[in-house]
């Protein structure tokens, strides 16, 4: 059995739209018929971005751990299709391998900076009109972040604080918002392939995208304050 959703008149708004995820994101609410405002610290043009100009994309480059580039940024998507309908807050890196002793502060204040901050921001400017249209955000929280672990508990760290933040929003909200956040595990994407040895139980980031669109849909509407496992058998 195929599900599809019809989101023709919805906007959605994806953060890290040039990455693996988020591009698939993209994808696959242009297909179901939404208009996507995408951003991203870089630029769609560059040879690091996987996301493909579409008619019906929009592509906003800014810093989201810059409010008052998010302030704007969410502006001059309410200038171009006046309303926002759904968040995708998919902006986010791994870093780790050292032990806390040998962690340095810079690489704490860039992780909560790139994986907790910009979900905060754009979720804080977002939310006013998604309580207008009666939306729903989801964010990108991590298996591991249920856990900690050795090597990478920072990393770890700013995705439990995602998984919190989800919950709070959801009760802050409720009968408004639908806040809900999914839970990989490890993506088959360009950059893990560099770093790992390829394996036939990764997930595809097109696979998490959809259980996505689904949290965004109808089919969701009593589905709030979630977190959605979505690592299969990985």
Same mark, same amino acid.
């Given at each position: 059995? #195929?599900?599809?959703?019809?989101?023709?008149?919805?906007?959605?708004?994806? #953060?890290? *739209?040039?990455?693996?995820?988020? $591009?698939?994101? %993209?994808?696959?609410?242009?297909?179901?018929?939404?208009? %996507?405002?995408?951003?991203?610290?870089?630029?769609?043009?560059?040879?690091?971005?996987?996301?493909?100009?579409?008619?019906? =994309?929009?592509? !906003?480059?800014?810093?989201?751990?810059?409010?008052?580039? =998010?302030? &704007?940024?969410?502006?001059? =998507?309410?200038?171009?299709?006046?309303?926002?309908?759904?968040?995708?807050?998919?902006?986010?890196?791994?870093?780790? +391998?050292?032990?806390?002793?040998? #962690?340095?502060?810079?690489?704490?204040?860039?992780?909560?900076?790139?994986?907790?901050?910009?979900?905060?921001?754009? $979720?804080?400017?977002?939310?006013?009109?998604?309580?207008?249209? +009666?939306?729903?955000?989801?964010?990108?929280?991590?298996?591991?972040?249920?856990?900690?672990?050795?090597?990478?508990?920072?990393?770890? $760290?700013?995705?439990?604080?995602?998984?919190?933040?989800?919950?709070?929003? &959801?009760?802050?909200?409720?009968?408004?918002?639908?806040?809900?956040?999914?839970?990989?595990?490890?993506?088959? #994407?360009?950059?893990?392939?560099?770093?790992? $040895?390829?394996?036939?139980?990764?997930?595809?980031?097109?696979? %998490?995208?959809?259980?996505?669109?689904?949290?965004? *849909?109808?089919?969701?509407?009593?589905?709030?304050?979630?977190?959605?496992?979505? !690592?299969?058998?990985?």
């Amino acid at each position: 059995m #195929t599900a599809t959703f019809d989101f023709t008149g919805r906007v959605a708004v994806v #953060t890290g *739209s040039c990455g693996a995820l988020g $591009s698939a994101v %993209v994808e696959e609410f242009v297909e179901a018929g939404a208009s %996507v405002a995408a951003c991203d610290i870089i630029d769609i043009d560059s040879e690091d971005s996987q996301l493909d100009p579409h008619e019906r =994309v929009t592509f !906003y480059q800014a810093d989201f751990t810059d409010e008052e580039a =998010v302030e &704007a940024t969410i502006q001059q =998507v309410l200038n171009e299709y006046s309303r926002i309908d759904f968040l995708l807050n998919i902006a986010g890196t791994w870093r780790g +391998g050292e032990p806390l002793e040998d #962690t340095p502060v810079s690489q704490f204040d860039m992780l909560f900076d790139v994986n907790l901050k910009t979900m905060f921001l754009a $979720s804080k400017h977002a939310l006013p009109e998604l309580q207008q249209t +009666g939306g729903a955000i989801v964010s990108v929280s991590a298996r591991s972040g249920l856990e900690g672990g050795e090597g990478d508990g920072i990393y770890r $760290s700013t995705k439990a604080s995602v998984k919190i933040l989800t919950e709070t929003i &959801a009760k802050e909200n409720l009968g408004s918002v639908r806040a809900n956040c999914v839970l990989p595990s490890v993506l088959d #994407t360009p950059m893990n392939r560099e770093m790992m $040895s390829p394996s036939d139980e990764w997930v595809e980031p097109s696979e %998490v995208a959809r259980v996505m669109q689904f949290l965004c *849909s109808d089919a969701a509407e009593v589905t709030s304050g979630a977190a959605v496992p979505v !690592y299969g058998e990985a």
